[in-house]
């Protein structure tokens, strides 16, 4: 049974820094995109980081680019998204998310694209 399992969540104070890994379990990394999605509770889900699969590209949010970077481990099967500079607004629920498929153009961004989810992780970035 193909698994992600988030890890790394917690409170940090502004500008700090935070490393979220997502484990996957039950196929093999290399066949997947990986794209960390965030949400705060009443809105919708924010795509901010993509991975594409088979050493293809990483994508990211305007919101985060220059402070977020993804990257993966296919022999340890982990994927990981370094959050630098966070800001309380960076406050939320943070998701990996499979897509068995290359992401084109702006499909990463798209919640229909991905197969499978982890459970979530809280980020909450706060004096």
């Known amino acids: 049974q193909f698994q992600l399992v988030e890890s790394g969540g917690g409170l940090v104070q502004p500008g700090e820094s935070l490393r979220l890994t997502c484990t996957i379990s039950?196929?093999?990394?290399?066949?997947?995109?990986i794209t960390w999605f965030r949400q705060v509770p009443g809105t919708e889900r924010e795509a901010v980081a993509c991975?594409?699969?088979?050493?293809?590209?990483?994508t990211y949010a305007d919101s985060v680019k220059d402070r977020f970077t993804t990257s993966r481990d296919n022999a340890k099967q982990t994927v990981i998204l370094q959050m630098n500079n966070l800001q309380p607004e960076d406050t939320a629920d943070y998701y990996c998310?499979?897509?068995?498929?290359?992401?084109?153009?702006?499909?990463?961004?798209?919640?229909?694209?991905?197969?499978?989810w982890g459970q979530g992780a809280r980020v909450t970035v706060s004096a």
């Open positions: 998310a499979a897509a068995k498929r290359r992401l084109y153009g702006g499909a990463w961004m798209r919640i229909y694209m991905y197969d499978y």
């Open positions: 039950g196929d093999i990394l290399a066949d997947y995109a």
């Open positions: 991975d594409n699969i088979n050493g293809g590209s990483t």
